[in-house]
């Protein structure tokens, strides 16, 4: 993400709500995403669509790097990479 944020300057996830890599965070520019009246900040960088928030509010969401293209919106694409969204149960 260092990388990313040298050549971009600030960056957003967005956990996309939809039948098109709807699971994968997509990686965005600050300021170059419509963030919609639904999306919420869940974290530092990250946004949902508020209608997923049920679903994930009881996991620990952790945003990993994998080599290998992923998700052709997202920014690490053109570095061969790929954001995935690894989960933890949160403890009570």
């Not at 997923?52 to 009881?58: D, E, G, P, R, V």
């Not at 992923?70 to 949160?90: Q, W």
């Amino acid at each position: 993400m260092g990388q990313l944020q040298a050549q971009h300057g600030d960056l957003i996830f967005i956990h996309s709500v939809g039948c098109c890599d709807g699971t994968s965070p997509i990686c965005m520019t600050k300021g170059d995403f419509y963030l919609g009246s639904r999306d919420e900040q869940i974290g530092e960088v990250v946004y949902m669509h508020n209608s997923n928030f049920s679903y994930w509010q009881h996991l620990q969401i952790i945003i990993d790097v994998s080599d290998g293209l992923g998700n052709s919106f997202s920014l690490e694409s053109t570095e061969n990479k790929s954001f995935i969204i690894c989960v933890k149960a949160l403890q009570d």
